[in-house]
């Protein structure tokens, strides 16, 4: 039966509740920060319509819940059992919301990925509950982003962005997305949120050495036609945008700094993972290394940015 509750052994003892039926369309019909990010090539893709309003997308969640069934349930089961006492000394670092809730979906609400919601609502397509190494880890890296978005949190996730090179802007500062980049942009439910953080690239093969001030971006190659593709996938174009200097605000016309044409973005984030569209997501792929404390070479290619990690979440609880 949903609502189904499972004790993580976390710092504060979360309580993990598995819902669905109407408990689970509340949650989803919240209006939260990713709701508020939206563009209108967001509206577009998910929705495959021209004419899509955010009360549609709202709607639609009613035909993508999904019920648990018995063997769904027994694979969260074993999920955080293996939380519980594989990752037991890292687990007990973290303060989490008091109650977790999980949601299951056939995965159309959001191009088949895992995401969170609100501040304690983590949303799961049933293609991904299943018992693999694989799927458990998807599940510990959305423990991260429920982690993150905490406000008992945000300081320690600021320290954490620092370490690998993301720097928050200054609310003085804080600007918003040309309107025209600003409909075409892709939002992110782990990480709603554009122009709050820049990093210090330098481009490769450039004379002069200079650092640029640059700011994460995933935005549409092109408006949607679903002639062309319904994946929002294929439109995805992943990027960083350059700021001014001083007022930090994108330059104009607009610059782009690709990840593959910076001298100087890996030796800040690491080579731990290929996830590196923003620091959130960096983080929550070495959040998962820490957690499973892997020695494995071929995954733990920097092992500094998972000690640094741990450095700064055991220093914020002493």
């Known amino acids: 039966m949903a609502g189904q509750e499972f004790s993580l052994r976390n710092a504060n003892a979360s309580v993990i509740e598995?819902?669905?039926?109407?408990?689970?369309?509340?949650?989803?019909?919240?209006?939260?920060?990713?709701?508020?990010?939206?563009?209108?090539?967001?509206?577009?893709?998910?929705?495959?319509?021209?004419?899509?309003?955010?009360d549609d997308y709202i709607a639609s969640f009613a035909q993508r819940i999904v019920n648990w069934n018995e063997k769904q349930k027994q694979c969260i089961e074993n999920y955080i059992d293996y939380i519980n006492t594989r990752?037991?000394?890292?687990?007990?670092?973290?303060?989490?919301?008091?109650?977790?809730?999980?949601?299951?979906?056939?995965?159309?609400?959001?191009?088949?990925?895992?995401?969170?919601?609100?501040?304690?609502?983590?949303?799961?397509?049933?293609?991904?509950?299943?018992?693999?190494?694989?799927?458990?880890?998807?599940?510990?890296?959305?423990?991260?982003?429920?982690?993150s978005r905490q406000k008992t949190n945000m300081k320690v996730r600021d320290e954490l962005y620092a370490s690998i090179g993301y720097h928050r802007i200054s609310i003085d500062y804080q600007s918003e997305l040309p309107s025209d980049l600003s409909e075409m942009k892709i939002t992110n439910p782990d990480a709603p949120f554009v122009m709050k953080y820049f990093i210090n690239l330098k481009k490769k093969?450039?004379?002069?050495?200079?650092?640029?001030?640059?700011?994460?971006?995933?935005?549409?190659?092109?408006?949607?036609?679903?002639?062309?593709?319904?994946s929002m996938f294929d439109y995805l174009v992943a990027t960083t945008i350059v700021l001014d200097e001083e007022t930090y605000e994108p330059k104009q016309p607009l610059e782009y700094l690709p990840y593959d044409q910076a001298a100087n973005f890996y030796a800040q984030i690491g080579n731990n993972t290929g996830y590196i569209m923003h620091p959130e997501e960096i983080l929550a792929d070495n959040f998962v290394l820490w957690m499973i404390a892997t020695k494995n070479p071929n995954r733990l290619r920097t092992p500094t940015v998972v000690q640094n990690m741990n450095a700064i979440i055991a220093r914020s609880v002493k």
């Open 18 to 54: 598995l819902i669905s039926g109407e408990e689970a369309l509340n949650e989803l019909k919240q209006v939260d920060d990713y709701f508020n990010s939206f563009s209108r090539f967001d509206l577009e893709s998910r929705l495959q319509s021209s004419t899509a309003t955010l």
């Open 87 to 147: 990752c037991i000394d890292q687990l007990q670092l973290l303060v989490l919301p008091a109650r977790i809730l999980v949601v299951l979906t056939d995965g159309k609400d959001a191009s088949d990925d895992a995401h969170c919601r609100n501040n304690n609502v983590i949303v799961l397509p049933q293609h991904i509950v299943i018992m693999t190494d694989s799927k458990r880890e998807t599940f510990i890296h959305e423990l991260f982003h429920i982690w």
């Open 205 to 230: 093969n450039h004379q002069k050495n200079k650092i640029y001030k640059c700011t994460p971006i995933i935005h549409a190659s092109r408006p949607f036609k679903p002639k062309y593709s319904t």
